[in-house]
């Protein structure tokens, strides 16, 4: 019989792992083939720049967390694995892609992103998307553009009017 207070233990961290991946917006499962302890530390400073979290659990006790969720994901949980998550759904996708660039012993492997499970392929076209700022930048300048034809026009119009 297992020791009860290694039990509660366990359930203590299978609770956080669940409470973690019902927060997330973004949560990615990395494949670690032996960064060093200041690569780890330089990714989990990237990742608090984007106000996301680097964590490392046991495979086991995150397949019963997500069992909890009904989310199965048993097939992809086995050998060293990292795990990145955080409220933005792209910000920690980017941070993570961005990372793996310069680090390639780093390996994106799938991920739970907006509660639905996410291939890698899918996680690499969300990592090319510009930031929410970058995409509200766009849409201003767009808006921007719009408004400054109207006012030509309306100056072109208002010529044309004093001509006649």
Not at 57 to 73: F, M
Not at 132 to 140: P, S
């Given at each position: 019989m297992a020791n009860p207070k290694i039990l509660e233990q366990k359930q203590v961290i299978i609770d956080e792992i669940t409470n973690n991946?019902?927060?997330?917006?973004?949560?990615?499962?990395?494949?670690?083939?032996?960064?060093?302890?200041?690569?780890?530390?330089?990714?989990?400073?990237?990742?608090?720049?984007?106000d996301s979290e680097l964590k490392i659990?046991?495979?086991?006790?995150?397949?019963?967390?997500?069992?909890?969720?009904?989310?199965?994901?048993e097939e992809h949980l086995n050998g060293p694995k990292v795990v990145a998550f955080g409220k933005d759904m792209i910000e920690p996708i980017k941070a993570v892609s961005t990372f793996i660039k310069k680090?390639?012993?780093?390996?994106?492997?799938?991920?739970?992103?907006?509660?639905?499970?996410?291939?890698?392929?899918?996680?690499?076209?969300?990592?090319?998307?510009?930031?929410?700022?970058?995409?509200?930048?766009?849409?201003?300048?767009?808006l921007m553009g719009i408004a400054r034809d109207f006012a030509i026009c309306l100056d072109l119009h208002s010529k044309n009017l004093e001509e006649n």
């Open positions: 991946v019902k927060e997330s917006t973004a949560f990615i499962f990395l494949e670690n083939h032996g960064l060093s302890v200041d690569e780890t530390m330089e990714l989990r400073r990237m990742l608090k720049e984007s659990y046991k495979n086991t006790l995150v397949n019963r967390a997500l069992k909890t969720l009904d989310i199965d994901l680090h390639p012993n780093l390996e994106m492997k799938i991920g739970i992103v907006d509660g639905k499970i996410t291939e890698l392929d899918e996680l690499n076209k969300l990592a090319t998307i510009p930031s929410r700022e970058g995409l509200l930048t766009m849409f201003a300048s767009g």
